[in-house]
């Protein structure tokens, strides 16, 4: 929503204003994080790829006193990094659960549907080309979405798209992105150290409290999910991008004041603003600052903290999160096998899985709820939305790449994942494009 109201920019202001409106919009990110894969795969195939190795292998440490903590840099990125990137798509599954299109069987059942199939049909066509091999555990990979890339790709056909198919998609991704969580959880966890996390649970146990005791300040929930609950999963086994997500379960997500009250207490703060002696400078009288800090708290008071939370990561996630994250992990060295990498069943059974299972899985699936009259499409929409749908939701990018550091422990299944992953992702992104550019017809308004 872009709001337009009558204010004076500084020169600084008027300078940054176009990059503002860039960071804005919601295909930035994608493109930005696809410059990150273009500089990665061409610096691991330069004649300066040891370098790009050495990056990502530099340790770092910090020390406290007796306490210390030491990684490589790709460790803090996937571990550190990535569970702000878990903590703000926590944010969005507890928003969507409890006020947004999850909220309601009515509303739910639909993307809940197709975003289950999404899930089961890409794990069965995996587990079918690798059961028994030392890559079997890598079905988890073809089950992702990257929410991100998806809904920037759908970003960019405007009006041929109505909202409630971004809606439609956002949920489902969001559901997706829940079950790769729980996956992550229970099947990619390695040996739990009890004693560590019985203290997350602690940290987890003091944040609910913070919560239900009424704290809102943004400080106290940093401090004891990162020092407390972050450090105590790092350290216990269980992934720590696990944290995040319980984290974000934690943060407040009522209003202090209802929108009644609110719009009450602005109109009086607003004619007492009115009524305040001016001065005749450039500064506000003791009066105005008063009632200009009362504005303040009670804006304060009428949004959530979660949706503040929320917010303000959004930018510091999609800008410097995502594509950190791009460049650290997809700098493939390429062999020159060409498609016989390709034809791995590694390779296939991503890539099938992915650009077949997802399609095959979300529109089968939804095709049953609508034929038995259990859900409706959304308002506007056609199949062929759910089907340039099918293929972006095919997308797996981010969290596919991040499974597959988890899944695999040979270096060269690894290499052959991210190679699958990103060939696939590119291909059903132009694909789910291409559909929804072509075969469906823009909205009037």
Request: proline share 4%; no cysteine.
């Amino acid at each position: 929503m872009k709001i337009k109201i009558k204010r004076r920019y500084t020169p600084i202001e008027r300078l940054f204003k176009p990059l503002n409106h860039l960071l804005q919009n919601q295909s930035t990110s994608a493109i930005i994080t696809f410059f990150a894969v273009v500089i990665a795969m061409a610096w691991a195939n330069s004649a300066w790829s040891y370098s790009y190795e050495a990056l990502w292998h530099t340790p770092l440490a910090l020390t406290i006193g007796s306490f210390s903590i030491s990684q490589t840099l790709h460790v803090l990125i996937n571990d550190g990094l990535m569970a702000i990137f878990f903590f703000s798509v926590g944010l969005e599954i507890k928003r969507e659960i409890f006020g947004g299109e999850l909220s309601s069987p009515k509303k739910a059942l639909l993307p809940i549907s197709a975003a289950a199939g999404g899930m089961l049909v890409p794990a069965l066509i995996y587990i079918f080309f690798n059961q028994g091999t030392e890559a079997a555990d890598g079905w988890g990979i073809p089950m992702a979405t990257d929410i991100a890339f998806s809904l920037g790709i759908l970003s960019l056909l405007g009006k041929r798209v109505p909202i409630s198919v971004k809606i439609f998609l956002t949920a489902l991704a969001i559901v997706d992105d829940l079950g790769a969580v729980l996956i992550i959880a229970f099947f990619y966890t390695s040996d739990i150290f009890v004693n560590d996390l019985m203290w997350g649970f602690v940290f987890l146990l003091i944040l609910l409290l913070g919560n239900y005791v009424g704290i809102r300040n943004q400080l106290f929930y940093s401090l004891i999910s990162i020092g407390g609950l972050w450090l105590a999963f790092f350290f216990s086994g269980v992934h720590p991008t696990i944290a995040g997500v319980l984290a974000a379960f934690t943060i407040p997500g009522r209003v202090k004041i209802n929108e009644k009250l609110f719009l009450s207490n602005l109109q009086v703060l607003t004619d007492m603003f009115k009524k305040a002696n001016p001065n005749d400078n450039e500064y506000v009288t003791h009066d105005q600052m008063e009632i200009l800090e009362t504005i303040r708290e009670v804006s304060t008071d009428a949004a959530t903290p979660l949706q503040k939370v929320e917010h303000s990561l959004s930018r510091f996630v999609a800008f410097i999160v995502i594509p950190l994250f791009a460049l650290s992990n997809t700098g493939i060295h390429l062999e020159g096998e060409g498609l016989s990498v390709l034809m791995h069943p590694v390779s296939l059974g991503i890539g099938l899985g992915l650009i077949l299972g997802k399609f095959i899985g979300i529109v089968g699936l939804s095709k049953l709820m609508v034929s038995f009259g259990w859900a409706e499409l959304p308002d506007q929409s056609n199949w062929n939305h759910i089907y340039g749908v099918a293929f972006l939701a095919a997308v797996g990018f981010t969290m596919s790449l991040f499974i597959s550091d988890l899944a695999f422990t040979d270096d060269a299944i690894i290499q052959l994942s991210k190679i699958s992953i990103l060939v696939t992702s590119a291909l059903a992104g132009l694909i789910g494009y291409l559909i929804l550019r072509f075969k469906t017809k823009p909205l009037h308004d």
